[in-house]
């Protein structure tokens, strides 16, 4: 079956790093992503990685892969207060002709000043 | 602005109503998708369509009603809602196997 799993709620300290965990089940995905979804807003995407790939760096955010365990983590240095909002992970579960993503229930990351 | 627009952005309906939800996307990807968003529940696959073929309906119940003419659009119709339909309603596109693009969602409030 596919399957994501993540943490409800996070809270963090602005300047302080945020650490967002994720399991998942399919073994074959191909791309495993975050997005981000802000009060009122569609999903955003944020970041992916290859199944291929352990880590990935952008700007503030890294994204931490592994494969043997199934777990994926999303890394936000330096946490602002514009970074509240809900992360979601999410993989691609292969169903025929079309990939289809399966999204974990959301992470809302709360930033105090 | 993730080239996925998405109309109307809220909408409130009665169960009696029948309305549309459109979605447009110019990227030129081939799969398009409708989501659910309910409070305090995973995002929902609805249905999923591959070069205007519907590929995947995930059991939804029939008085929603999807359709895509071709390529670039791709409606949701309802018609007598409940009132825990209540949703945002998410589109979304991608290419073959790739990464999808949504759009800002439709809020929907059925009374």
């Known amino acids: 079956g596919e399957d994501v799993e993540q943490s409800l709620f996070l809270s963090v300290r602005e300047g302080d790093s945020s650490v967002i965990n994720c399991t998942y089940t399919d073994s074959s995905s191909t791309y495993l992503y975050w997005y981000k979804q802000e009060p009122g807003a569609g999903l955003q995407l944020l970041t992916y990685i290859f199944s291929n790939m352990d880590m990935k760096q952008d700007q503030r955010l890294t994204v931490l892969l592994n494969k043997k365990d199934k777990h994926l983590s999303l890394r936000i240095a330096d946490t602002q207060t514009g970074d509240s909002a809900i992360y979601f992970c999410?993989?691609?579960?292969?169903?025929?002709?079309?990939?289809?993503?399966?999204f974990g229930q959301g992470t809302t990351l709360q930033v105090k000043p | 602005e993730t080239g996925v627009t998405q109309t109307p952005r809220h909408l409130v309906m009665g169960m009696t109503n029948k309305k549309s939800l459109k979605c447009e996307q110019h990227l030129g990807h081939n799969a398009m998708y409708w989501y659910k968003q309910s409070a305090k529940k995973p995002l929902e696959l609805m249905f999923v369509?591959?070069?205007?073929?519907?590929?995947e309906n995930n059991s939804v119940p029939s008085r929603f009603s999807p359709e895509c003419p071709n390529s670039s659009h791709l409606f949701l119709h309802l018609h007598t809602l409940q009132p825990e339909d209540s949703a945002l309603y998410l589109c979304?596109?991608?290419?073959?196997?790739?990464?999808?693009?949504f759009g800002q969602g439709t809020r929907l409030t059925v009374v």
């Open positions: 369509y591959n070069f205007k073929e519907q590929t």
């Open positions: 999410a993989e691609i579960f292969d169903s025929g002709n079309t990939g289809k993503l399966i």
């Open positions: 979304a596109s991608s290419p073959e196997g790739g990464l999808a693009f």
